[in-house]
Nanobody, 122 residues
Framework: QVQLVESGGGLVQTGGSLRLSCAAS????????VGWFRQAPGKEREFVAA????????SYADSVKGRLTISKDNAKNKMYLQMNRLKPEDTAVYYC???????????????WGQGTQVTVSS
């Protein structure tokens, strides 16, 4: 069982930066691949980024490549999403997620956080 709690969302202007954090419970965080998803108003939840358990592999949605960076600190049981050059279309509720399988965390992860709002003003 893994419990996830996001933090770091807020309001930022176009071109600005934010860093989201996600704290995980449990003693085997390094065994889990983790990822970020987002859901904008009126749209379906979409994949943003993922990283493997030990951090050796990453995956990004095309829309965020080069602007958003996922990272993971297994010693602290935390994961992060550094968001730079933000755009109004990045406005959404952002969710962290975890699963033991890297391929699965990018599609249908088992564990989810409660979400944190990110709003980018134009």
């Amino acid at each position: 069982q893994v419990q996830l709690v996001e933090s770091g969302g807020g309001l930022v202007q176009t071109g600005g930066s934010l860093r989201l954090s996600c704290a995980a419970s449990g003693r085997t965080f390094s065994s889990y691949a983790v990822g970020w998803f987002r859901q904008a108003p009126g749209k379906e939840r979409e994949f943003v980024a993922a990283i493997s358990g030990l951090g050796g592999a990453t995956s990004y949605a095309d829309s965020v490549k080069g602007r958003l960076t996922i990272s993971k600190d297994n010693a602290k049981n935390k994961m992060y999403l550094q968001m730079n050059r933000l755009k109004p279309e990045d406005t959404a509720v952002y969710y962290c997620a975890a699963d033991r399988v890297f391929a699965v965390v990018r599609t249908t992860p088992t564990y989810w956080g409660q979400g944190t709002q990110v709003t980018v003003s134009s």
